[in-house]
């Protein structure tokens, strides 16, 4: 279990991503909005890293589009909720990182955050 970060509870999985390298962090963020955006939807993603991350929806925009994904392509769904495409949501960990001076810290949030989604993964 050590080498690839899980834990038991979320305590000794947040202890084990502090010992990751950030690489290996954004590897994970990354596969984890995917495979949750596969499982649960892509609105699961964004409202559960806004949360995680604390970002405004003027936040989110900013750091999507300063991790490389299209400005043009955030939108709003029937409901008027925010949107952007599931294979664009990789652009979120770059843009954390670029617009947010503690963006790996809150990289593990959404992390531990996610914990129970391991479970499927």
């Known amino acids: 279990m050590g080498a690839t970060g ?13 010992d990751q390298p950030d690489a290996q962090i954004d590897s994970w963020a990354a596969e984890m909005m995917r495979d949750v955006a596969l499982r649960r939807g892509v609105l699961r993603v964004i409202e559960d890293f806004r949360a995680a991350a604390r ?6 925009e900013r750091v999507f589009a300063s991790g490389g994904g299209p400005p043009a392509m ?15 949501l990789w652009a979120l960990v770059p843009g954390v990182r670029a617009e947010v001076a503690d963006g790996r810290a809150r990289l593990v949030d959404y992390l531990v955050a996610s914990f129970d989604e391991l479970v499927y993964v």
């Open 6 to 18: 899980l834990s038991a509870d979320r305590t000794e999985y947040r202890a084990r991503l502090a």
């Open 55 to 60: 970002l405004t929806e003027r936040e989110f």
């Open 74 to 88: 955030v939108g709003r769904d029937a409901e008027g909720r925010l949107m952007v495409p599931a294979v664009a």
